[in-house]
């Protein structure tokens, strides 16, 4: 049972109830598919407050009838930004990215990637990386998506500019072929190279909307890290979609704690979280 947090009781600026915070949790599925635990209820109120003082509200009642009546859009877009968690890493999963390699040096064709929950950049580009030297070259016969639901860090991901200890873990080789240091204003940030950013397609995408705005076929999909926040019947219903969009031989990476061989019998396990489609 979610406790009252009244701004009376809690000393907080704002009157968040245990109604609120359903209403909050059937929104944010319903727009999202995210399935928020109990738990969460301090996050959501600390992320959504912000939103309240930035549109001028005084109390979630009026918030959420607000977006309710749907009416303003970019609303919406900041109040699923808000409660988008978005944790990841250059190279995070290493294990990953050599398998990536392998199966990209069997290939005679360009390959092509849908990064399916690219967060601010660092997976699509450590893809990137990885198949510029699997290819020998900083142009390979590559083609990237990354997609997210989030805009802000779309914004960041297209941009490419991250503090210089988001590299601190990376060879000193690899920093220097695929990143650029800032000087001066920008000292203690890197960019990475235009030839990696060429590679990638940023665009938002919300993997439960009717339709998804990529075409084509796949050689690989990452959906890494997302489906823990979706309940079963809605991470089969994604993995169903994705079947299609994988080419036969592809392949599908997810995240180390997900595991979807008892979900559906269109993919197989085909080493440590990576799956293929059933033969």
């Known amino acids: 049972m979610v406790v009252s947090a009244t701004s009376r009781e809690s000393g907080k600026e704002f009157e968040f109830t245990p109604r609120d915070f359903e209403r909050v949790r059937t929104l944010i599925y319903q727009r999202a598919g995210i399935s928020l635990s109990e738990s969460k209820q301090e996050m959501v109120y600390s992320r959504l407050a912000r939103r309240l003082r930035a549109t001028g509200m005084t109390s979630f009642n009026d918030y959420l009838n607000d977006l309710e009546r749907g009416q303003d859009t970019e609303e919406w877009v900041a109040f699923t930004n808000a409660l988008t968690t978005n944790l990841t890493s250059f190279f995070r999963e290493e294990h990953h ?9 069997t290939l005679k064709e360009p390959i ?4 399916s929950a690219s967060s601010t950049g660092e997976e699509p580009y450590s893809i990137a990386i990885t198949l510029c030297e699997a290819y020998g070259k900083l142009n390979p016969p590559a083609k990237i998506i990354a997609t997210d639901i989030d805009t802000n860090v779309l914004k960041t991901g297209s941009d490419g500019v991250y503090n210089i200890d988001r590299i601190e873990k990376m060879s000193e080789s690899r920093v220097k072929k695929f990143f650029l240091r800032g000087t001066g204003s920008h000292e203690g940030q890197v960019r990475v190279r235009p030839e990696l950013r060429k590679m990638i397609e940023f665009k938002q995408l919300n993997l439960l909307a009717d339709s998804w705005p990529i075409s084509g076929s796949f050689d690989v999909i990452f959906c ?3 489906m823990i926040y979706f309940d ?7 993995l169903n979609r994705f079947a299609p969009l994988l080419k036969p031989h592809g392949l599908l990476f997810v995240g180390h704690s997900e595991n979807f061989s008892y979900l559906t019998n269109i993919f197989q396990l085909k080493g440590k979280t990576v799956y293929e489609l059933s033969r």
Do not use: D, G, Y
């Open 232 to 238: 079963k019947p809605t991470q089969k219903k994604i």
């Open 97 to 105: 990215f050599p398998l990536l390699a392998e199966f990209a040096a």
């Open 224 to 226: 890494r890290n997302v």
């Open 112 to 115: 092509s990637v849908w990064c």
